[in-house]
């Protein structure tokens, strides 16, 4: 699987992955990003005429699309009107764009800040919305790409350059999220770093954007920042399909497979009682108070090594507070078709 998609027409299946940007199109022809889980909006000064043509042809009601990292323009429809859950809407190719301008504050045209910001370095604080294509990493350098439709993790087979792995390690030693915006920009959120150049940065901060850190402050109640990684000029994310029971092991894994299970039984006596071992006994208190400490830490943020669990299954990374903002958003705008 592959985002780097070419020779599409309008109306034809998206069949990358599906992320993004996300944009509001309505009938009036407005085109704006919605602030978290609000009725604040930022219109987009710069949007082709064409495009929004082309997309209130597919959905005349108008509705959500993403913007990818390559510029392609995608949404999702239900062609039938039978879908009952995002995994049954079919996903299409709108266009391309090349996502410039500025995005407005309908009351106050003079805040508006840029869709695409420039001049900086990494570890320079973000000056516009947080939004993007999501993918997640850890530590020992895996990433991949979840599908909100399926709940399926998607492994990444890019290798991405040392000058984004490099600032996002630093920036976010455990691991986490991150956002690839339409211009192939790399951000991420951390938590509040105290630094001299962050100090001066944060107050020299568009009015708007400062309002919106508030707003995610104020709402999810975690204290983060955005902050810009580097770019990725030409590179794109392709992706590999999610594991699945059906998979055939190869030779090694099944090598592996079979000389961890011949090393599984207990040599200690065993209790006819409630059939361990003696020293399964005597060491369950111990293992499951470790086991509930290492939950609390949530360590599945980190890698436990090949063949561990926390290896085989990707966390669940909790340091995007957009998607708990945007759930009742979400909700609401299901329900009138507006996937």
């Keep these: 699987m592959t985002s ?25 022809r407005d085109c704006w990003w919605q602030v978290y889980n609000g009725t604040d909006r930022l219109y987009v000064d710069d949007f082709p005429a064409e495009m929004i043509d082309d997309f209130l042809q597919l959905k005349p009601l108008g509705g959500r699309i993403r913007v990818t990292e390559s510029g392609d323009v995608v949404t999702r429809i239900d062609e039938d009107d039978t879908a009952e859950t995002a995994a049954e809407y079919s996903q299409v190719w709108v266009g391309n764009v090349d996502l410039t301008g500025k995005l407005v504050p309908d009351d106050a045209p003079d805040m508006g800040i840029p ?6 370095s990494a570890g320079d604080l973000w000056p516009s919305v947080y939004d993007g294509a999501r993918y997640s990493f850890t530590p020992g350098g895996r990433m991949w790409w979840k599908n909100t439709a399926t709940k399926k993790r998607h492994p990444v087979t890019t290798d ?23 211009s192939n920009d790399v951000i991420t959120l951390v938590e509040s770093p105290a630094t001299d150049t962050v100090k001066r940065q944060f107050s020299d901060l568009p009015a708007l954007v400062r309002n919106i850190i508030k707003l995610r402050k104020d709402r999810a109640g975690l204290e983060m920042l955005p902050i810009y990684v580097g ?17 055939q092991m190869s030779a ?6 079979e000389g961890w299970a011949a090393s599984l039984g207990g040599t200690s006596p065993t209790s006819a009682d409630d059939h361990t071992t003696s020293q399964q006994t005597t060491q369950s208190k111990t293992e499951n108070t470790e086991n509930s400490k290492r939950d609390d830490k949530h360590t599945s943020s980190t890698d436990s090594g090949p063949g561990g669990d926390k290896d085989d299954v990707p966390p669940d990374f909790d340091d995007d507070p957009e998607d708990w903002l945007d759930l009742d958003m979400d909700s609401t705008e299901d329900r009138i078709n507006d996937r």
Aim: glycine share 6%; aromatic share 4%; net charge negative.
């Design 231 to 247: 770019n990725l000029g030409d590179v794109t994310i392709d992706l590999d399909s999610p594991p699945s029971l059906t998979d």
């Design 252 to 257: 090694e894994e099944q090598d592996a497979l």
């Design 4 to 28: 780097n998609v070419t020779n599409l027409s309008v109306g034809d299946e998206w069949d990358a992955h599906y992320r993004g940007l996300t944009l509001h199109i309505n009938q009036s």
């Design 160 to 182: 991405l350059p040392e000058t984004i792995q490099s600032p996002l390690r630093q920036q976010k030693p455990q691991g986490g999220s991150f956002r690839i915006t339409p």
């Design 115 to 120: 869709v695409r910001p420039t001049d900086l």
